[in-house]
Structure formats: C-alpha cells, structure tokens
C-alpha cells in the first residue's frame, strides 16, 4: 500500500486557451498544488500565452502531457470531475468543500486523486464524468454562471488548501480499504465491455455508448478495492468459461 | 431598526486595472452580489477595459463612485476588508469562510455589510484597514501567494454564496444589539481625535498618525451600538465641560 501522502492532480480536459492553463497553473500554486496534467491542449505544448499568464508558477508546477483521459489518471485512486450537476448519471455530487475534504480524507491514506476539469465552454463530456469517481458542483448564481477555468480551478485549489489545518490527525479514523487505481478499473471495465459486445449484450449499435457509460458509472462510484477489482476479474472468467459437465 | 435583509456590498479602493474592475464585478454577480462601490478607480469611471472583462456582469451589478472609503461605507454597520495578516493592529481576523460567516449572521438581523479589497500591488492602506470593523485573511502558499483583485473578489464571493443554504434560519438566534454605521462611528472618532488635539495629548505630530489608528482600531472593532456610540459623545461632552464647583 502506498502511505505517501500527496497532494491532488490537476487534470485538465481539452484545454483550449493558453491563457487557462497558465491562470490555472498560478491558481494552482497560490494553493500550493504542483502536479498539473493536461489532456491533449488544443494548441500543443509549451504554450507561450500559457507561461505568460502564469506569473512564473509554470516554473514550479509540473507539467505531464497526456492523449487521453484514462492515460492522465491511470496511477490514480479516486477523481472528482467538476461539472453542473447531472440528473442523467448516478453518481455521487459534492460541493467544492466536500469535495475538497473527500480528497483530503483519501490523501491521507496515501490514496492518489486529482480535481477533473472539461474543457472550456463545451465542458466535460458524459465519457469523462462516467470516468471519474464523482462529480463537484460549484454553487453559482443560475442566471449568470459563467464561471471561466482559470477561476474554477483556483475556487477548487482554495477549498483544498483550507482545509490543511482543519484536517490534521484524521489518517488514524480511515478504514483499511485501498481503493483500485483508474488504469486497473480502466482494464476492468474494457474487458466487461468486450466480452459484452462478444455477446452481443448491446443489441443495437445506438444502445451501446449509453449503456457503457451507465456501466461505467454503476463501477466507478462503488469504491472498489483492488482485491474486488480482481474478484470481478475472476467472475467474468468464470462465468464466460465453458459449463461444466456435471 | 433596519430589518431588511441585503447582500453584502463590494468596495474597491483605488483599483488600478479596469479588467480588474470588470472581473471583480462578473465574479460578483457569479455569485450573487450587485453593489459595487469604487472608490477613486485611477482610470475614472465609466471604464472600456471594465465593461469588456465584465461578460456582461456591469449591467446588472449597480456601480456607485465615491472619493473615499468613509464615505463609499457611511451607511454601512459592518465592513471586513482583505488583507495578510497584521500583527501591529489588534483587529479580528477571519478566514474567508468566517468572514462571510460573519457577514451572513450580521445581515440576517438587517445590518448592511461590505467586503472590502484594497488595490492592487499596494494593497490596503493602515488607514483603511482601521476604518473596517475586521479583517479577511485569504490562505495561500506562502512561496507563491500573488492573488490578483479580480480572484480575491471571486474567492470572497463565492464564500458568501456558498452559504446561502446552509445558515438558513439563524435570525432568531441573534441578539437584540445593532452596531452603529460606519458614517456615526466616524464622527465620533473625529470628535473624539479634535477633542484629544486640541488638548495637546499627541505629543508629536509624528506620534499622531499611529496613536489615532490605534485608537479607530479600538473602537472598530467593539461593534458598539447606536446607543453606546451616543454614550461615548456623552461622556466626550461631560469631560470636556468645566468641572462643577462643589
């Protein structure tokens, strides 16, 4: 297991402005979060309107660039994905506070997380929000919630940095479960779906993205331990091997 | 007794950037809040910059100019202005989250409150951080902790939205005092201040500028009442009378 402790990722979807990233990158430390993971940012990277708008953060925070979603959390435990909230999807929904303390909480077990952000104006699609563990809401004036994702970003950071003193000496109160990372459960759910599809379980192609996501969705709230990942595995192997003659 | 129930104001002193104006006042009404009160904006106002980083916001948010803090806040009973934390003045610091606490509970029984932001670089001024009744101290890495005014306006803000459910119902659990406006506190200390020149007890005129701020500190921060403030001017007056021949 591991037991150190670290602060969450930044993950950011689809950037678009360079702008952004360095806002978010500056929001970032202010926090005194360093980890910054951009998921394939529109303009490449470096990103020059990005340096200059992150008042020399960028020389601080890492920067790690990912294709995908799934590649940028593969080594971690538990995500939060910032959206509206969703009638859609069953799935856990925290404000940034709670939120900020689910992090906290698991951190302190030497759990790794992130705070999951979509992309600027189209936001985080219904694949992303079914990736992540759970969703965080941030409470805003409904008939003017242009919140930018600099500003989102920095809302989010300051929740966690708040909560530093506030927080202290909860490790001892954590149960014994380790939850499974994202590339095991990624690995999981790929096989659950080809084996599936194989089967023919989806019966139309139309039918087969929703009811991935909602599969998806049933797999990533429940917390699951590697041991229950491996459980599942084995499940799946059982059940899709031949009948035995009795 | 005012028993309406109003949104906390926002006070800018001297904000040097018009985008800082405009991201002030979207972060704002992002949040809930319409009463922008600037004080001596450098650029003047109305301000191009300000309309276009405000994504519509200025509006709806209602801007009203002042020549200075005394009178931008004249009709308020209760003002927390952002700044580090100050060990030379004896004032209550709040988190922010306690700060709009506080705020919350204030406004809940009438009284008309205001978060306050010094300017940019320089920031709030001895002087004006006596004038307001507390502090606001925003947490930040202490390595890197450059908050722009547009993002501490924000973080303020969304305190104060955040709220919103959870304080629901705390009217009835206040007491019966009322602190007095700011406009009222201040003719006292200005009495008070001719009262002490004109009786030589500045020694220096270098020793003035401390010891008043001192004595504004002392009195902000009591959250006296109408009633005691016109006890104080009474006891001012019958101090200043001759003494009675017995």
């Keep these: 297991m591991n037991t150190q402790n670290q602060n969450p990722a930044i993950i950011l979807l689809n950037p678009q ?3 952004n990233i360095g806002a978010s990158a500056r929001a970032m430390l202010n926090f005194g979060l360093t980890d910054l993971r951009l998921v394939a940012p529109r303009d490449g990277w470096p990103n ?3 340096t200059q708008n992150s008042a020399g953060a960028l020389d601080i925070v890492k920067v ?3 294709d995908t ?3 940028a ?3 971690l435990h538990y995500t939060l994905i910032t959206s509206a909230r969703r009638r859609d999807m069953i799935k856990p929904v925290f404000s940034p506070q709670n939120g900020a303390k689910e992090l906290r909480t698991r951190t302190a077990t030497g759990q790794k997380t992130a705070f999951v952000f979509g992309p600027e104006r189209a936001g985080a699609t219904n694949e992303d929000i079914s ?3 759970g969703i965080i809401t941030i409470p805003t004036n409904p ?3 242009s919140l930018n994702l600099g500003q989102s970003v920095l809302l989010i950071a300051h929740e966690w940095l708040k909560l530093e003193e506030t927080m202290a000496d909860k490790t001892l109160e954590m149960n014994d479960t380790f939850p499974v990372p994202h590339q095991q459960m990624d690995e999981f759910l790929t096989r659950l779906e080809n084996e599936l599809v194989g089967r023919n379980f989806f019966r139309t192609q139309e039918i087969l993205p929703t ?3 909602n599969i998806k969705n049933m797999f990533t709230r429940c917390d699951l331990s590697d041991q229950e990942v491996r459980t599942l595995h084995g499940i799946i192997s059982a059940l899709i091997s031949p009948k035995r003659r009795s």
């Design 17 to 19: 402005m360079g702008d």
């Design 48 to 50: 020059i309107a990005a």
């Design 64 to 66: 790690t660039l990912f």
């Design 69 to 71: 979603l799934a590649e």
């Design 73 to 75: 959390s593969a080594d």
């Design 131 to 133: 990736h992540c563990n």
């Design 143 to 145: 008939d003017f919630s």
């Design 211 to 213: 009811m991935t996501l």
